[in-house]
Nanobody, 116 residues
């Protein structure tokens, strides 16, 4: 059974940092492209960052220079280090794993709230 379990969300002040983690199980983690998405109330889900099985990464323009995605295949975990957080980063963050267009998995999400 495939599972993606996110953790690390919470309430943080503007300018602060958080590190999200997503632990995967039930699939060949190292072969999958892993991504973080986010969705705020009333808005569409948007892609935040992606890390490929090769280690290459892509970021949304809105988070470049502030967020870093990484993976530890030995721990079956992908991370999202978020620095200099802004109120507009407030969203529910979801972990996503994909191997092909027909093989995709989602986690349940973790809430990030940036507020003073």
């Amino acid at each position: 059974q495939v599972q993606l379990v996110e953790s690390g969300g919470g309430l943080v002040q503007p300018g602060g940092s958080l590190r999200l983690s997503c632990a995967g199980s039930g699939f060949t983690f190292s072969s999958y492209t892993m991504s973080w998405y986010r969705q705020a109330p009333g808005k569409e889900r948007e892609l935040v960052a992606t890390i490929f099985s090769t280690g290459n990464t892509n970021y949304a323009d809105s988070v470049k220079g502030r967020f870093t995605i990484s993976r530890d295949n030995a721990k079956f975990t992908v991370y999202l280090q978020m620095n200099n957080l802004k109120p507009e980063d407030t969203s529910r963050y979801y972990c996503h794993a994909t191997y092909s267009s027909s093989i995709k998995y989602w986690g349940q999400g973790t809430q990030v709230t940036v507020s003073s």
